[in-house]
């Protein structure tokens, strides 16, 4: 499956406000969502790789990669496309021996010494996080802002995907600063129509991985 990190949703079901999980994340698809990372803290792990089946067979409908939340092994059980780990989870290299060629890692990079450390891993994406303050992520270290991103762009070989306070009105920003994607949750999931939410962001993105051609015109 192509990766495509444009516009990645992650999930979080007390933000759908109380509508069907499933529709949500389905309209969100429908709008331009090109990858899906299930986020589930609260559930037990069989209620987790119930609802990561479910979902993975949603998103093969669509052709878009299913990526789990820190369980390697909730993403084992279920052939999901993929993993995404923090800092404080399995270290990469763990998880890369138990997925196995092929299979989608991403790691959040939270500060500059995260980014110069995975210089040499076979990941598939980093996640600059937090671009910029959010509500929803409390207990992590200070945003990047964008002229961190610059930076971690002109450091980091791998593509990278920027979550954090991310909305219609600066995505545009953060790829012309650096990001290959932009990460959302609630900008989305709480949004009053998913699917009009992530056309929009879907417009923004694209609009600046164009601007320099539309701007040599």
Known sequence: MMLNLELYLVTDEAACLGRDFYWVVEEAVKGGVTMVQLREKSLSTRAFIDRAKRLKSLLETYNVPLIINDRVDVALAVDADGVHIGQSDMPFQTAYRLLGEGK??????????????AAHWNLSYLAVSPLFATPTKTDTEQPWELKGLQWARQESRHPLVVIGGLHTG??????????????????????????????ELKKAIQDAILWPTSNNT
């Open 170 to 199: 600066n995505a545009h920003e953060a790829v012309l600063n650096g990001a290959n994607g932009i990460a959302v949750v609630s900008a989305i999931c709480s949004a009053p129509s998913p699917r009009e939410a992530a056309k």
């Open 104 to 117: 989608i890692i991403g790691l959040s990079a939270e500060k500059q010494s995260d980014v110069l450390e």
